[in-house]
């Protein structure tokens, strides 16, 4: 099993639209979670790191629930400029595991 | 300006010759680590080194070679022994739990 699990969609959505990414991992004792965004040929950029309070940045919210072992991501009022994959990472014992992450396209 | 840089950005070589991709970083971060990413795959781990010296083997090191003699500088050998070197490579270093990446060497080898 894949220490982080993600649905690679794609997910297309119009602009204005609100979407939802979930993603899960297998290992409890991870330490943090992240969410990276890859542009097509691109370095994955940091999104935000995701905390058990939740946390908000702008029009995106992230969710950590570690009963549950998911991690959430909220993106509301979508732009054209959002499109792009987006990646859930996990870091446990000074390693980062990645999701295959998840496509979205917002369609004008 | 603050960063990591990897080069070149593309890198063509023909089977059975070895090649070295650079990484450096001013960052001042003491960890570094290796990515291969190949299309609509997730990011794998080749190698990492957490101080000057030191590297540990990823999941996928086989037919890989890393060197870490200064804390700016992590550099990746693709030997002839990796039998499917073509992918996207990736460097990245870590402060505290944040992970920051180079702009990556696209690698085709024919």
């Known amino acids: 099993r894949k220490e982080v699990e993600q649905d690679p969609g794609p997910f297309n959505v119009p602009e204005g639209a609100t979407v939802a990414f979930n993603c899960t991992y297998s290992n409890s004792a991870s330490q943090s979670f992240f969410w990276y965004r890859q542009d097509c040929r691109k370095e994955p950029k940091l999104l935000m790191s995701?905390?058990?309070s939740g946390n908000e940045d702008g029009r995106f919210t992230a969710q950590l629930n570690r009963a549950s072992q998911y991690i959430s991501l909220l993106i509301r009022d979508s732009k054209l400029s959002d499109s792009a994959t987006y990646l859930c990472?996990?870091?446990?014992?000074?390693?980062?595991?990645f999701g295959t992450g998840t496509s979205l396209t917002v369609i004008p | 300006d603050g960063g990591i840089t990897q080069s070149p950005k593309y890198l063509f070589r023909k089977e059975g010759q070895n090649v070295t991709l650079s990484c450096e970083q001013n960052?001042?971060?003491?960890?570094m680590y290796w990515y291969r990413q190949d299309p609509g795959q997730g990011l794998r781990l080749i190698y990492y080194s957490q101080i000057v010296n030191d590297f540990q083997k990823g999941d996928i090191a086989e037919g890989y070679s890393v060197s870490r003699e200064k804390k700016e500088s992590f550099p990746l050998t693709v030997t002839s022994a990796q039998k499917n070197p073509t992918a996207f490579y990736l460097c990245a270093s870590r402060d505290s739990y944040e992970q920051y990446f180079g702009p990556g060497t696209r690698l085709t080898v024919t």
């Open positions: 990472v996990g870091y446990t014992g000074n390693q980062f595991y």
């Open positions: 960052l001042n971060h003491d960890a």
């Open positions: 995701v905390y058990s």
